[in-house]
């Protein structure tokens, strides 16, 4: 079975400062109200212009965008994963390609960093970078996504909480055991209905 969410699952498998990044969104080499410049023509993880482009150039290169086509560049050649998908244009991992890549062992390693956590280091950094989120609409739009997997067959899916001021996901009641398989044919069709529910960045995330 897959994991519950794995962007957390990346995020509570390296140390607790990325959780706490990921909660607060920004802040960590950055100031906390900076948000990342995004200049024209961003460049892919093997250094070709990105194909993601779709006639916007304008979601370019910014730090954060650096940053993980860093992380992505480790996991296909210290992780070995060589089809790791490159981040959206956005900045923010590809969470739907990342699912569809082979996982070497089983082990979640595409999910943490890799075997061991070799990419742990480039992953903090680009979670570092990671621009100011809105709290109240990341909830928002957690609370919509939950709604639509329940609508949509996935009875147990819970909802987010605000906590701390921080949009905590929802998703599997029980994540230590999880009690939702997100391999099943009804799951995977739930989360294509409701995909567009969730802001840029909250995939993966519930």
């Known amino acids: 079975m ?5 962007r ?27 948000i990342a410049s995004v200049p024209d023509a961003p460049a892919t ?8 482009a779709g006639g916007s ?20 050649t210290k992780a070995g994963l060589k089809d790791f998908p490159d981040p959206k ?16 062992d089983g082990k979640g390693e595409k999910y943490k960093g890799g075997k061991n956590n070799v990419c742990g280091p480039e992953f903090l950094e680009a979670m570092n970078l990671e621009p100011k989120r809105d709290q ?3 909830f928002e739009s957690m609370l919509a996504h939950a709604q639509c997997m329940r609508d949509n067959g996935v009875s147990r899916f819970t909802n987010p909480v605000m906590s701390g001021g921080n949009a905590i996901p929802g998703g599997d009641p029980n994540p230590a055991t999880p009690s939702i398989d997100r391999d099943s044919p009804a799951y995977k069709q739930a989360r294509q209905a409701c995909k567009s529910r969730l802001l840029d960045g909250l995939d993966g995330m519930q």
């Open 2 to 6: 897959s994991p519950k969410n794995p």
């Open 8 to 34: 957390l699952t990346a995020l509570v498998t390296l140390p607790v400062l990325a959780f706490a990044v990921a909660c607060g969104g920004g802040g960590g080499v950055r100031g906390a109200d900076e």
């Open 45 to 52: 993880a093997s250094g070709e212009p990105s194909k993601d």
């Open 57 to 76: 150039a304008k979601a370019g290169e910014s730090a954060f965008y650096d940053a993980q086509l860093e992380y992505v560049r480790c996991m296909r």
């Open 89 to 104: 244009l956005s900045g923010y991992l590809d969470w739907s390609a990342i699912d569809a890549i082979p996982d070497p």
């Open 136 to 138: 109240q609409k990341d």
